[in-house]
Structures are given as C-alpha cells and as structure tokens.
C-alpha cells in the first residue's frame, strides 16, 4: 500500500518534532564512545575501518538467534529480496523491540520496498534506541529529499555529518541541499 506524498508530509513534520527516547543498549557503549570520538577526527585515514567496528557493536544483538535474523534480513536485502527480508527483520523486531539495528534494517527494507512511511516509522524507532545511528540519520535525510522535504533533508544529513563527518555522500549531499535551499541551486 502505497502513502499519499501528504500523509507522509504530517508524518514527517509529527516525527520530526518528537524528541528522541534512549533506551539501553546492548552494544558496548564505553567502545562506542571511543569509535565515535576516533571517527570525529578530522585527520583520520582508516574512518572505514572505524566505521566498522561501529556496525559490528551495532549489529551485537546478545542473541545468536536474533543475530541470524538480521544476517538473514540483510542477506535477502543483498539478493533483492525485500519482502523476504522485511519478513525476517519484522520477526526481529518483534522478538527484540530494544535492538535499533533491528529497526534501521527493517527500515532500510521498507525504503528499498518504496515504502517510506513505514521506513521513516521504523527510523524514528532506531534512532529513539539509537541516537547517533549515523545511517538511519542519512537514510531519514535521503527519504526526505525524495519527498522534497530539503530543509528537513539538509537537517538529517548535517545531523548525520556531526556524528561521521567523513561518511561517503553526506559532504556532496549538504552542499546540494544547501544550494537548494539558500535558492542558489538554479
């Protein structure tokens, strides 16, 4: 089913003046501290292998059966399987409501599915569990842009840029958007 560009605007605008609820995660957060102050420099020449390490320790669900749902999800993903992956990754969210990696995959099955409201439902939920999910921060930006949402867009992607200033499209992506929206892009 199919959202009318509307309805996702009133959702859009309902997400976007929610403020994020953080609940513990399962992930090693003193690692992850340390991973997201190396990715924040500047001077870094292996922001990749970073990178990572970051989707490792968000990919560690604490259970081996929930971790082979998300292999399975993201591995019929990579087939071009989306209902088969959206069905793996909604038996994972289900069976594990608190795991944001979980919902950011399902959330990257749905966008690929064309179905973005359900996408952007299942953004705000892993980046409620996961504020600082710089991939669900840049795929909120990339719906928004498709929506014609740039303000919002540009927001995403800066918000996604001050986590992982070094992620592949976000500097190209902001500057068109900041073209765009300052009316300089003609």
Do not use: C
């Not at 929930?66 to 069905?87: V, Y």
């Not at 289900?94 to 409201?117: I, K, L, S, V, Y």
């Not at 840049?138 to 498709?146: D, H, K, N, S, T």
């Not at 540009?154 to 992982?164: F, P, T, V, W």
């Amino acid at each position: 089913m199919k959202v009318s560009r509307s309805v996702l605007n009133i959702f859009v605008t309902a997400f976007l003046s929610v403020s994020a609820f953080t609940l513990p995660s399962v992930a090693d957060e003193a690692k992850l501290d340390d991973l997201y102050a190396e990715l924040a420099q500047p001077d870094i020449k292996d922001w990749e292998g970073v990178e990572r390490k970051i989707w490792k320790e968000w990919s560690r669900s604490g259970s081996a059966s929930m971790d082979l749902l998300l292999s399975r999800g993201r591995k019929a993903m990579e087939q071009g399987d989306f209902a088969k992956a959206i069905d793996h990754l909604t038996a994972l969210t289900d069976h594990a409501p608190d795991f944001a990696e979980g919902w950011n995959a399902r959330a990257t099955a749905f966008f690929n599915a064309d179905e973005f409201g359900l996408s952007i439902v299942d953004i705000q939920r892993a980046l409620a569990l996961n504020p600082r999910h710089f991939g669900a921060l840049q795929g909120l930006g990339r719906i928004l842009e498709e929506l014609e949402r740039e303000e919002d867009a540009l927001a995403a992607y800066q918000a996604a840029a001050a986590i992982h200033p070094h992620r592949e499209g976000l500097k190209e992506a902001i500057e068109r958007l900041e073209r765009k929206v300052s009316g300089q892009d003609v």
